[in-house]
């Protein structure tokens, strides 16, 4: 038997071994690892067990068909395009495995982990650590492969430069809403869920935040899309933080000549018994103005919640009326030339 066919045989057991050695590590992360994995309190290692079954297994039979290929009496033009295409598919295999298990570590640092449950901003940051992970790991692929095939890599890093540069001169907008984005995820003026007052009024609940920009829905129900650099530059309330407690206010007004004992008793009274209000907190009663027909008072108490806010002020008002109604206290004279108010759209 001549040496090419010698040398071929040897190749092609190599191979063999390559596949029976990859199939039992295949048996080894399906039925030793997994089982083992299993009896831990934590899903991590299961999930990386099951997604680097593949991308190991195969790299042991690459790696089998490096030494395969060395063995076979080729030229060394047709070595070499064999040494590249073994190089590129190792790295794409391992470029694969470091993006399921970095994208199963970040799924179970986001969701199981101790710092999941915490106010700290993971589940806002974990989109973008996602893309910037997935980013990183494919850029440092291609540059393995490019310096393996001879391409200079600085040269390539200097042209970007230049292109980012002038990228960045033509989006300004766009990557101050960026930076904006960064800083509302670190500094968290609010967070997923609350309630938030912009400066040009409109009042919704935080959906989500975005890089660019972050969608609120209003209470009418529709969805506003609002840049980060708006949120950043202008005043905003959140309802929701420092507590869901909310200070509201109801004024009243009675004719002059009225019991001001009364009147105090009955407001703070409509107050206290109101089912949405506060209780920990008295209500506070004092006279807010002197008007041309009546004097007014105005009562203030906390709401335990500010979504029942309308309800609470409600609550209240009808409570006073009955109140002041049944005090014997009278109403405030109408005006004998009384003028309708414009109506305003809701």
Known sequence: MNEPL?????????LAGAFVAARLLSFLFTRVLARAARRTQTSLDDRLVAA??????????????????????????????ADGALFVVGVLLAALALMRAFAIFLGWYTTES?????DGPVAEFAPLLGKVGTV????????????????????????????????????QDTLGNMFAGFTLMLDRPFRLGDRVQLASGEVGD????????????????????????????DRLLNFS??????????????????????????????????????????????????????AYFQVSFRVRDFLDAGRARAEVL????????????????????????ADRRA
Not at 114 to 118: P, S
Not at 142 to 167: P, Y
Request: aromatic share 4%; glycine share 6%.
């Open 6 to 14: 010698t040398e071929a045989a040897i190749s092609a057991a190599i």
């Open 136 to 171: 990183f790991i494919v850029a440092l692929a291609a540059i393995t492969i490019l310096q393996r095939f001879g391409v200079s890599v600085s040269s390539l890093v200097v042209s970007l430069g230049v292109g980012s540069l002038a990228l960045g001169l033509a989006a």
């Open 206 to 233: 935080v959906e989500e935040i975005g890089i660019r920009s972050t969608r609120i829905r209003t209470i009418e129900d529709t969805a506003l899309v609002v840049p980060n650099s708006l949120l950043v530059k």
């Open 52 to 81: 680097l079954d593949k991308p190991v297994t195969q790299a042991l039979f690459l790696v089998g068909a490096w030494f395969a290929v060395h063995r076979l009496p080729l030229p060394a033009p047709l070595l070499q395009r």
């Open 114 to 118: 101790r710092l999941a449950d915490d």
């Open 241 to 294: 933080h420092p507590s869901r407690r909310l200070l509201t206010r109801v004024e009243v007004g009675v004719a002059y000549g009225s019991d001001l004992a009364t009147v105090k008793r009955v407001l703070a009274e409509a107050a206290a018994a109101a089912e949405r209000v506060d209780h920990e907190h008295a209500p506070l009663v004092l006279m807010a103005r002197l008007g041309d027909n009546a």
């Open 318 to 341: 009808e409570a006073v009326y009955r109140g002041l109604e049944a005090a014997g206290v009278e109403a405030p004279p109408v005006p004998r030339f009384a003028v309708a108010p």
